[in-house]
């Protein structure tokens, strides 16, 4: 370092010096091998189902501290679901470790082919504020389960999660295996200019391109898990009641601060005022008369947020629209006959705002979704196969669920992830998080014996129509 650094200059350098330590710790561990053998990973699996056990009642505490979330959304999609993954990874791990057994083209023969999956190595996971707990820890069990180390960054704007799960991981694992990096954008800048082996982003779509270009800058692998605006399609031939249910269950979820969560409706003309009627109805039935007394509603994050989503309630509010500053509380609030210029339909919404669209025509709202960027969820309702086949092929999305909101990211079996610019790319879930932290590598094994000599030069005439036949009849 110069003579002439600032203090700002020698403090960032040491922090620089901190991060890199801490990485090359990671990385002498993981060169020992030790990360490898199935029974460290499931061992390891193990002590964080341990550990998320001992400190449920701290995560949830902060949970409520951070976000006002009810215990029951708490448990049931933060800690509960990331439990449950931690036993379906126990379950099936050694199963997926094996390596897969592939054909050999006869030309090939006799040779075996297998693809082993194999640990990229140091891996960093950067987490948003929403799900604190399952943003962070749901990609960190795919990392654990294929084989890395971890380093882990929780978003700063939920300090109090962030500061439990330090506790725990220090608590219950050595740094050199898993790790927690606290901070904002100065230390993730810091974190970032370190080389990893695989970085796995959670995030808006401006921050995820910063990651992405600090992780171009080593050629690191990366999964960004993006966001974006979810359109909800509702069709005539749905349950009226179910669907009302099942929409506000999915916008309220977390006060709407969910990367899946229903953003906007395009309801069919023919069912709209049904439709309305049901939502009123069930939003008094959830929240009661008077929503800002109840426990069940989170609050919103900041008061950068807060001041971001009442700006967008305008137009022709039917429902709510009043807040709570001092509480960064906003009552569930619909905006009904909200076209592409409303502020509202400008951005992700992000909060309890629910804007309504009225179609007739199911192909203008095929026409307005492919118009933006792919949603990171497309969500319908209807039972008429054929509706829902056309929106599945004529649109792109990260994911759909059919007559349900966000059930597909719930899980195990089907990949989440996004796709392009709003959505990210790369998927995880159960085994696509084993996949997704695992490099696949091909291995052929090829017997001495049968050894084609026409391969070798000098090349002539006939070897080479030997290649060329071999190629055409045994290659595919
Ligand atoms: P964010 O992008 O602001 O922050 C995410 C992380 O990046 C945090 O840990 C933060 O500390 C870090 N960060 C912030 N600025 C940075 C910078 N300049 N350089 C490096 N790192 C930086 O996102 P957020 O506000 O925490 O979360 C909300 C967004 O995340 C929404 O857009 C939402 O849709 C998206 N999201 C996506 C998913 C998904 O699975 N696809 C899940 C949850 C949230």
């Known amino acids: 370092m110069s003579e002439t650094a600032t203090l700002e200059e020698k403090a960032a350098n040491a922090a620089t010096g901190n991060m890199a330590r801490v990485v090359q710790k990671q990385r002498d561990f993981f060169n020992t091998h030790a990360t490898k053998p199935l029974e460290f990973r499931i061992k390891q699996l193990k002590r964080l189902k341990e550990a998320m056990t001992a400190y449920e009642p701290k995560l949830i ?14 448990w049931s999609t933060e800690i509960g679901v990331t439990v449950a993954e931690i036993d379906h990874y126990i379950k099936n791990l050694g199963r997926w470790m094996k390596p897969e057994r592939k054909a050999t083209p006869l030309f090939f023969q006799p040779g075996t082919s297998r693809l082993y999956r194999e640990p990229f190595g140091v891996s960093l996971v950067i987490a948003p504020w929403n799900f604190p707990v399952k943003n962070l820890l749901g990609p960190v069990l795919g990392a654990m389960s294929a ?25 219950y694992f050595a740094p050199e295996y898993m790790v927690v990096i606290e901070g904002g954008v100065p ?38 898990e993006l966001g974006g605006k979810c359109p909800t399609i509702v069709d005539t031939d749905i349950n009226l009641d179910i669907t009302a249910k099942r929409i506000i269950w999915g916008k309220m979820l977390n006060a709407g601060q969910a990367c899946v969560s229903v953003d906007h409706l395009f309801v069919n003309s023919k069912i709209k005022d049904k439709l309305i009627a049901k939502i009123k109805h069930y939003l008094k039935e959830f929240y009661g008369d008077d929503p800002f007394q ?20 305008e137009g022709d509010v039917i429902h709510g629209g009043k807040s709570d500053a001092e509480r960064r509380f906003i009552e569930p ?24 669209i009225t179609y007739d025509n199911l192909d203008d709202v095929i026409s307005q979704i492919n118009a933006g960027e792919k949603p990171l969820a497309l969500y319908i309702f209807s039972n008429n196969k ?13 994911g759909v669920c059919i007559n349900e909101i966000t059930m597909h990211m719930a899980t195990t079996e089907l990949p989440f992830g996004g796709v392009g610019y709003s959505g990210g790319m790369g998927s995880y879930n159960g085994w696509y998080g084993f996949d997704t932290f695992s490099h696949k590598r091909g291995v052929m094994k090829k017997a001495f014996f049968g050894d084609v000599k026409q391969k070798y030069p000098p090349y002539d005439k006939s070897k080479l129509n030997f290649i060329k036949f071999a190629a055409k009849w045994f290659l595919g």
């Open 61 to 74: 505490e902060a949970l409520n501290k951070d976000l006002r979330k009810s215990e029951m959304e708490a």
């Open 147 to 171: 084989g890395n180390t971890v380093i882990m960054k929780p978003s700063e704007i939920s300090p109090a999660t962030s500061g439990v799960i330090k506790q725990m991981i220090d608590e």
């Open 187 to 224: 230390e993730t800048t810091e974190l970032l200019q370190q080389r990893f082996d695989f970085v796995f982003f959670t995030g808006g779509t401006e921050i995820g391109r910063i990651v992405y270009q600090a992780a171009a800058k080593h050629l690191t692998p990366c999964t960004l």
């Open 294 to 313: 109840s426990t069940d509603i989170s609050s919103i994050i900041s008061d950068k947020h807060f001041n971001r989503i009442t700006n967008m309630i």
């Open 333 to 356: 609030t619909i905006i009904d006959n909200v076209t592409p210029s409303h502020k509202v339909m400008q951005e992700e919404i992000f909060g309890p705002i629910l804007p309504i």
């Open 386 to 398: 054929k509706i829902q086949d056309k929106v599945i092929n004529e649109t792109s999305s990260g």
